[in-house]
Nanobody, 113 residues
Framework: QVQLVESGGGLVQAGGSLRLSCAAS????????MAWYRQAPGKQRELVAT???????NYADSVKGRFTISGDYAKNTVYLQMNSLKPEDTAVYYC???????WGQGTQVTVSS
């Protein structure tokens, strides 16, 4: 059973940056689109960014120009670089492997104003 483990969350001031990592226990990234989702308290989980096997990326309008998704397939790791963070970016961020239907445990991101 492949597992995803997120890391890199934390507390940051508005305008700051964080880089999230999603490490897979197996070599799956060449077989699936990977995605980052987030869920704020009292809200539904929402899609933040995706990256396909071929490296094409897509972003939610709310993060375009600020967040960048990338993958290092040799390391079985997908990243989410988050710049110019805003308090409304505060949420638990989850990594998701679409073709396998698996999720990571989530990592908390808190942005203070």
């Amino acid at each position: 059973q492949v597992q995803l483990v997120e890391s890199g969350g934390g507390l940051v001031q508005a305008g700051g940056s964080l880089r999230l990592s999603c490490a897979a226990s197996g070599s799956i990234f060449s077989m699936t689109t990977m995605a980052w989702y987030r869920q704020a308290p009292g809200k539904q989980r929402e899609l933040v960014a995706t990256i396909t096997r071929g490296g094409s990326t897509n972003y939610a309008d709310s993060v375009k120009g600020r967040f960048t998704i990338s993958g290092d397939y040799a390391k079985n790791t997908v990243y989410l670089q988050m710049n110019s963070l805003k308090p409304e970016d505060t949420a638990v961020y989850y990594c998701h492997a679409l073709a396998f239907g698996i999720w990571g445990q989530g990592t908390q991101v808190t942005v203070s104003s």
